[in-house]
C-alpha cells in the first residue's frame, strides 16, 4: 500500500539512506532533521508514519513521540522508533512515550516494509473513522453511557492461545498486573469456539505450538465478521522474521519476541487494548448516530424523518402491488393543559406511555411514528380502510382504559382523538396521503374529540394542502 | 492480508489446484462445484474474494455472478471470473454481469496473489461502512437529495493523465460515449494540481509515459487526505505483470492492457465510478448522521442532547480555569395561540426566524439551541452575569423590533420573555444550571412576559429541582 513516511533523524546519510530505499518502493518520503521539525511536518504534511530516530540533539525521539501521540491533530500518525541499540530499556521506555514500533539499526529492509504496509493498513481503517468537521465533543454526546470507560487499556478480557502451561502460566501472571481478565487455552480449534461465544478485547496467539499454526489462527480470526476487529499480539521465536512478516501481512497487529520481556508485554497489550477500544468505540458511535438521527429521544419511536422515507417506499410498493395502506394519525386531547397542570415532565410522561400502548397493539410490519409533539402515526401496509379502523378502535381504546402513573406517582386519565384513511396509492405522494390522515383527524376533533374518525367526503372531494407538523 | 476465498469450478482437480495454492498462502478457502451450491455459500459463508469458472453445466459463471451482485445480502462480495478462454466478448459479459476481474487459465499465482489482495483490500475499506442493523432506506432517509443520483457508473468527471495526444484523443472519445466529461492532462505534476482543485471521481493513468512515472502520481494519489478516494484505474503495456502488480498494491483499482478496447474500457470505468459513488455516498451518510443527530431539523440550531454534553464540558473548563459561565433561556410569549390562530407552518416560520435572529446577534464562541418546543437557550462562556444581561437585552431587542414573515407573506409580531442566570460553576451540574436558567424565565413570566429577567433569590434560596424541558 502506499503511505507517506516522515525520515527524522540528525545524521543526514542516515535520512538519505532511508529516503532512497522507501522512495524506491513507492514510498512518498519526507525528512526531518531535528525534533521540532518533525513535529511542524508531522502536523502539516498529515505523514502516515514516522520512522523517528531515538538519540538526537536537542529534543531526543522520546520527547518528540510523546508530543505527536499528545497532540489531538497528530496522536493518529504511527511512529516506529529507530535506535541503533536493542536495549529493553530504550524499548519501554519508546513503548510508554506511545511509539507503535521499534527498529534496531541496520534496518532490515523485509522487516521494515512489513511493519510499514501493517501499520498504514491498520491506520487506513481508523483513518476511515476519524471525525472531520464534527469534534470528539459530538462523539461524547451520541456514545452510550459507559462507552467512556474504553480510554485505558487495562481491565481487558484476553485470550491466550499457548500450548506450554507453564510459558501460559507465566504470561497470564504478567498479564494480571494490569488486571486483565485472561482465558488459556491449548488448542487453536478451541480458541475459535471460545471467541464465538464470548467477546475479547485481545487475542495472545504464540506461534510456538506444537503441530498447529498459530498463524492459520490469526488469518481465520481476520477472515470472520465477528472477530475481524479483534487486537491480535503474536509471541515470535527470537530471530523468526519470516513468521513475523507473514503474520504482520495476515493482519496481526503487533508482536513480540521471545524471550518474552513482562514490562514490554504490559506496554504492548495496553497500546493494543487502547486502539481496540477507541475503534469500538467509533464503530459503535455510527451505528447509533444513524438510529439518533431517525428516531425521536424521547420516545424511541421512529422520527418525522423516517417516517416521510418510510411513507415514501410504501406507497411506491403499494403502488407495485397492487395492495391497500392505510395511515392512522392521532393525538392526546388538549395536551397542553397536561403540562400546564400538572407541572414539567408529566406531558413527556404521556407521551412514553402512549408510545408504549401504540406499540403494544400493532402488527410488526406497521410502523408508529412520532412526528410531531402530541402527535403520532401509524402506517398500515396491506390494510385498507376497514381493517384500520378496527385497528384504530383497538389503538384507541388500549389508549384510554387506563390512566397513565406519571413519574411522580400520580395517575391521570386521557383521551386520544384518531382519524384514519386509506392513502389513494396511484395519485398520492407523501404530503397528499399525509393530508388525507390530517383531515380525518380533523373530523374526530369536530366531532367533540374522543373518537376514531374517517373522511366521509368523497375522495376527490379532499382538498389537499400542505402537510401538518 | 488474509481473505476468505470461495473457488468455484466444476472440475474438482481444478478446484483442489487452487485450493492448495490459496491456503498455502494462508487465505481460507471454501469450494462448490457448480452454481447453485457457489450461491448458497456465498450467502451463509460471507467469502471476501469468489474465484468463479465461466463453464459450467447447468448454471455458467455469468448467471452465478449476476445473481450475486443482483442480491443485497451478497452484492458486496468481490467476483473474479476464471476463463480458460481469453475472448474478448467473454470479458464483456462477465463485466456487464457485474464481475470484479477476470483471470485466464492457466492462472498466474503472482497476478493471482495481487487481485485478491487488491480487492480484499477496497472490499475492507467498504466492509467498514456497511449498515449492519439499518436498512438501506436509513441511509435513503440521512441521505442529501441528491445523493440518489449515484446509483449510476456514467456522466463522470475523469481526469486522464496521457502524453500521446492521439491516443489520449482515442480514450476521451470512447469515454464520451458514457458521457464522462473528460480533462486530458499530459503531465504528473499538472494532474496533482488539478487533483486539489476539483473534484473527479476517477482518474486514468497510463504507465507508458515518456519520462514520468505514473505509479509515481498513483501512490501520490492514495497518500493524500483529498485524493485518497478517488478512484484510480491504470492502463498497462500487454504482459507488464511487474507494474500492473506493483499498481494493485499501491492502491490501484483497476487495470487495462493495451491495446485497449472501448467496451472493455466503458464497463471498467462505470464499475468504478458507480462504486466510488456508493462509497462517497456511505461516507456522507456518516458524517451527516451526526450532524442530524445533534441538530433540530428544523431551525439548525444545536438540540438539546448535544447542549446537555456542551454545558457539561463547559462547567468543567470553567471550573478548572476559574472562570464564568452565563446561559439565557428564553421562549416565544404565547407561541401556542400563534399555530392556533396562524394555520399549519407558521409556528415553525417563526422558530426559524427566532434562530435565525438569536445566531445573527450571538458571540461566535456563543452556543444556540433549541431545547424544547419553543424553548431556547444560549450558552455564554466566559461571561458573568452582568455581560450575560447585556446580551440578553440585545437578543430580546433583536427578536421583537421587527415582525416575523410567514411563509404565506403575512407578518407577525412576536415578543419572548427571556431569563439569565449565571451558573455555579463549583457547586452546579447540568440540570441544576437549567434550573437557574429556567428560574430566571418564570421570573420574565411573572413580570408579565416580554422582558428580561434575572433571579433576585440569594443564590441558596434557589431550589433546585429536576430540569425543564
Redesign the interface.
Given at each position: 500500500?502506499?503511505?507517506?513516511v516522515l525520515v527524522v533523524d540528525d545524521v543526514p546519510h542516515n535520512v538519505k539512506l532511508l529516503e532512497v530505499r522507501l522512495t524506491r518502493e513507492?514510498?512518498?518520503v519526507i525528512t526531518a532533521e531535528n525534533g521540532p521539525r518533525a513535529l511542524e511536518l508531522a502536523r502539516d504534511r498529515?505523514p502516515?508514519i514516522i520512522l523517528l530516530d531515538v538519540m538526537m540533539p536537542g529534543m531526543d525521539g522520546f520527547e518528540v513521540c510523546r508530543r505527536i501521540k499528545e497532540s489531538p491533530d497528530t496522536s493518529h500518525i504511527r511512529v516506529i522508533m529507530v535506535t541503533s541499540l536493542s536495549d529493553r530499556s530504550d524499548r519501554l521506555r519508546g513503548l510508554e512515550a506511545g511509539a507503535d514500533d521499534f527498529l534496531t539499526k541496520p534496518v532490515n529492509d523485509v522487516v521494515l516494509f512489513a511493519r510499514i504496509e501493517s501499520l498504514v493498513?491498520l491506520k487506513?481503517?481508523m483513518d476511515?473513522?476519524r471525525?472531520?468537521?464534527?469534534s470528539r465533543?459530538?462523539l461524547?454526546?451520541?456514545a452510550a453511557p459507559g462507552d467512556a470507560l474504553g480510554t485505558d487499556g487495562r481491565g481487558a478480557d484476553i485470550l491466550l492461545v499457548e500450548d506450554n502451561a507453564p510459558l501460559a502460566a507465566n504470561i497470564e501472571a504478567a498479564l494480571g498486573e494490569d488486571d486483565h481478565r485472561v482465558v488459556v487455552c491449548a488448542r487453536c480449534d478451541e480458541a475459535l469456539k471460545l471467541l464465538e461465544g464470548r467477546d475479547f478485547d485481545l487475542v495472545v496467539v504464540t506461534l510456538l505450538l506444537d503441530g498447529q499454526d498459530g498463524?492459520?489462527l490469526?488469518?481465520?480470526l481476520?477472515?470472520?465478521?465477528s472477530t475481524r476487529h479483534m487486537a491480535i499480539l503474536t509471541i515470535v521465536d527470537e530471530g523468526d522474521i519470516d513468521r513475523l512478516t507473514?503474520g504482520l501481512?495476515?493482519?496481526v497487529n503487533d508482536s513480540i519476541f521471545t524471550p518474552v520481556d513482562r514490562h514490554e508485554l504490559l506496554a504492548r497489550a495496553r497500546t493494543l487494548v487502547h486502539g481496540k477500544r477507541y475503534q469500538d468505540r467509533l464503530?459503535a458511535?455510527?451505528?447509533?448516530?444513524?438510529?439518533?438521527?431517525?428516531t425521536d429521544?424521547l420516545t424511541g419511536l421512529y422520527n418525522?424523518?423516517?417516517f416521510?422515507?418510510?411513507l415514501q417506499?410504501l406507497l411506491d410498493r403499494s403502488r407495485a402491488a397492487g395492495r391497500p395502506l392505510s395511515l392512522i394519525m392521532l393525538d392526546i386531547d388538549k395536551f397542553?393543559s397536561i403540562n400546564d397542570g400538572h407541572g414539567?415532565?408529566a406531558g413527556?410522561d404521556v407521551l412514553r406511555e402512549t408510545a408504549r400502548r401504540l406499540n403494544a397493539n400493532v402488527r410488526t410490519f406497521d410502523t408508529v411514528a412520532r412526528i410531531g409533539?402530541d402527535e403520532f402515526v401509524i402506517l398500515m401496509p396491506g390494510s385498507a380502510l376497514d381493517e384500520a379502523v378496527a385497528a384504530a378502535e383497538r389503538l384507541h381504546a388500549g389508549l384510554i382504559e387506563a390512566p397513565v402513573t406519571l413519574a411522580k406517582g400520580e395517575t391521570l386519565a386521557i383521551t386520544a382523538s384518531v382519524g384514519v384513511a386509506e392513502a389513494d396509492t396511484i395519485g398520492d405522494d407523501v404530503a397528499a396521503s399525509l393530508v388525507r390522515a390530517d383531515e380525518a383527524l380533523y373530523e374526530a376533533k369536530r366531532r367533540g374529540r374522543n373518537c376514531v374518525a374517517t373522511l366521509a367526503a368523497v375522495e376527490g372531494e379532499v382538498v389537499l394542502g400542505?402537510?401538518?407538523?
Open positions: 500500500m502506499s503511505a507517506r513507492y514510498y512518498d498529515d502516515d493498513r487506513r481503517a476511515e473513522w471525525l472531520r468537521e464534527t465533543e459530538s461524547d454526546a451520541i498463524l492459520r490469526c488469518s481465520q481476520r477472515t470472520t465478521e507473514k501481512e495476515l493482519g464503530r458511535s455510527y451505528e447509533r448516530s444513524i438510529e439518533m438521527a431517525l429521544g418525522r424523518r423516517y416521510e422515507t418510510h417506499t397542553k414539567h415532565g413527556d409533539g400542505a402537510p401538518v407538523g
